[in-house]
């Protein structure tokens, strides 16, 4: 069965940073692309990064509102995707997803259950 | 950046309805776009990916339609577990973005 559990969300300090992880297993995750989205309290849902697979040599996209402070990455190893969030502001407050990306449409097929991030003071 | 709009923003319907959500791009992304369906406090859930193509396990009461710029999902024979938010998503280019969601109520 296909599986992504995201863990490490919790509260920090505006300015601070955080890491996200989601554990992959049921799929070879190094044949799929894997995205972040999330979604602030009451709100719908925002795209925030992808990284392609091993054969696309692992390159990122991100969002403009995140763009030069989250950093995505993976680690084929343990079959995880990480999420490092720097700079964090009260604007990046919501529940991250991550999402496994179909081999051959790039839509999102597999979602995990999400972790809660509160940037607050 | 492609915007996707949704309408209408939330309906009341019945059970057994027949109920069309539509979404448009402000440009046209192809066939290149998904459905998901999303239930308070749960992860969202693939419905259609490539405009019309039906996720696998997803009842064929959901069907989707539509190219370029204008997309449906229809909801045919609405159940009590169909009330939920549904969102449009294209990935036909970068940044990614989503409608802003429809809310399908019990009438």
């Known amino acids: 069965e296909m599986q992504l559990v995201e863990s490490g969300g919790g509260l920090v300090q505006p300015g601070g940073s955080l890491r996200l992880s989601c554990a992959a297993s049921?799929?070879?995750?190094?044949?799929?692309?894997m995205d972040w989205v999330r979604q602030a309290p009451g709100k719908g849902l925002e795209w925030v990064g992808r990284?392609?697979?091993?054969?696309?040599?692992?390159?990122?996209e991100y969002a403009a509102s995140v763009k030069g402070r989250f950093t995505i990455s993976r680690d084929g190893a343990e079959n995880s995707l990480y999420l490092q969030m720097n700079s964090l502001k009260t604007e990046d407050t919501a529940v991250y997803y991550c999402?496994?990306?179909?081999?051959?449409?790039?839509?999102?097929?597999?979602w995990g259950k999400g972790t809660t991030v509160t940037v607050s003071s | 950046d492609i915007q996707m709009t949704q309408s209408p923003s939330s309906l009341s319907a019945s059970v057994g309805d027949r109920v069309t959500i539509t979404c448009r791009a402000s440009q046209g992304i192809r066939n290149s776009l998904a459905w998901f369906q999303q239930k308070p406090g749960k992860a969202p859930k693939s419905l259609i990916y490539?405009?019309?193509s039906l996720q696998s396990g997803v009842p064929s009461k959901f069907s989707g339609s539509g190219s370029g710029t204008d997309f449906t999902l229809t909801i045919s024979g609405l159940q009590p577990e169909d009330f939920a938010t549904y969102y449009c998503q294209q990935y036909d280019s970068y940044p990614l973005t989503f409608g802003g969601g429809t809310k399908v109520e019990i009438k």
């Open positions: 490539a405009a019309s």
């Open positions: 999402a496994r990306v179909s081999g051959i449409f790039y839509y999102m097929d597999v």
């Open positions: 990284t392609r697979n091993k054969a696309n040599s692992y390159t990122t």
């Open positions: 049921g799929f070879t995750f190094s044949d799929h692309y």
